[in-house]
């Protein structure tokens, strides 16, 4: 589908009256979604923020049965591979890649954790080579913010390895609203340009301001007791019950925060018109 731009060129020099010269300039419209594999898809909360900023799931990668029965849920259509180790993408046409590959063995919580060495985070490598199979113009990875202590080196290695260079930034809950830290560090890789650097962007451009770290724990905890007070004035739960909901509770705290895939999104969107 093509349509009609109007772009301002240039300003008329002072002395000839302001006015600017406009032209029409008729371009392939950027409607035509961008198609996403989704690896480690949990619950789908990367594919959640990046169909809202216009994307397209194509296909899904996730081992854990109950995971798999929410996708089918709210994405009936979507194919979803079971094992990310078996996954061959040679055959796949992709523009975007995604995924929080599990953090168990990175986790600041796993104190004898042994970083991209231990059998679950290690899936990183699996994740590495399905990029080098599709070679797709964006990657995007999310992890616990300790990677950056645990095994960020090796990651942004790979990638370079495999042609890729890459820019990161650390976002919390609490930078898009939520009453919650939950810090993540986020990458966004591209191929290399050939014989120059290549100028990043995206993670610069989400419009989200990071919150100050001296107001960051009295932020969340603001913010949580406001959401118990409103909740408490409903006469409504708070939250979800634990017992009752294990796996739902597991699932999401496994998830992405949606509003950050969607913000990245849009990013990569509009700066590729
Ligand atoms: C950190 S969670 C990702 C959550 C997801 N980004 C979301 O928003 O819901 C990592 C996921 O990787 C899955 N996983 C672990 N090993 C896997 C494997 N071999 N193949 C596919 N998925 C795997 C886990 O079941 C888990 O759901």
């Known amino acids: 589908m093509q349509r009609l731009e109007l772009r301002a060129l240039a300003l008329v020099p002072p002395g000839h009256g302001r006015c600017a010269i406009w032209v029409l300039r008729s371009r392939r419209s950027t409607e035509v979604p961008m198609n996403v594999l989704d690896l480690f898809s949990g619950i789908g909360g990367f594919s959640l923020g990046?169909?809202?900023?216009?994307?397209?799931?194509?296909?899904?990668?996730?081992?854990?049965?109950?995971?798999?029965?929410?996708?089918a849920k709210h994405w009936p259509s979507v194919p979803c591979h079971e094992d990310v180790r078996t996954l061959d993408g040679r055959a796949m046409a992709v523009d975007v890649i995604c995924g929080g590959f599990p953090c168990q063995d990175v986790s600041i919580s796993n104190v004898t954790g042994t970083g991209l060495d231990g059998a679950r985070s290690g899936l990183w490598?699996?994740?590495?080579?399905?990029?080098?199979?599709?070679?797709p113009?964006?990657?995007?990875?999310?992890?616990v913010a300790e990677l950056l202590n645990r095994g960020m080196g090796r990651v942004l290695g790979t990638l370079a390895h495999l042609g890729?260079?890459?820019?990161?930034?650390v976002l919390r809950g609490?930078?898009?609203?939520?009453?919650?830290?939950?810090?993540?560090?986020?990458?966004?890789?591209?191929?290399?340009?050939?014989?120059?650097?290549?100028r990043f962007q995206?993670?610069?451009?989400?419009?989200?301001?990071?919150?100050?770290?001296?107001?960051?724990r009295h932020?969340?905890?603001?913010?949580?007791?406001?959401?118990?007070?409103?909740?408490?004035?409903?006469?409504?739960?708070?939250?979800?019950?634990?017992?009752?909901?294990?796996?739902?509770?597991?699932?999401?705290?496994?998830?992405?925060?949606?509003?950050?895939?969607?913000?990245?999104?849009?990013?990569?969107?509009?700066?590729?018109?």
């Open 125 to 135: 490598f699996e994740y590495a080579r399905i990029i080098g199979e599709i070679r």
């Open 219 to 273: 932020q969340a905890i603001r913010a949580r007791a406001e959401l118990e007070a409103y909740c408490h004035s409903l006469r409504a739960d708070d939250g979800l019950s634990v017992t009752m909901e294990r796996r739902r509770i597991h699932g999401l705290g496994n998830a992405v925060v949606p509003q950050i895939p969607e913000a990245i999104g849009r990013a990569i969107m509009s700066l590729n018109r």
């Open 174 to 198: 609490l930078d898009v609203g939520l009453p919650f830290i939950r810090e993540r560090v986020w990458i966004i890789a591209q191929p290399k340009c050939a014989g120059r650097e290549r």
């Open 137 to 143: 113009r964006f990657v995007i990875v999310e992890n």
């Open 50 to 71: 990046l169909e809202r900023a216009g994307m397209r799931t194509v296909a899904f990668c996730e081992i854990d049965p109950f995971c798999r029965k929410v996708l």
């Open 202 to 216: 995206y993670l610069g451009s989400l419009g989200i301001q990071a919150t100050p770290s001296a107001e960051r």
């Open 164 to 169: 890729y260079d890459a820019e990161w930034r």
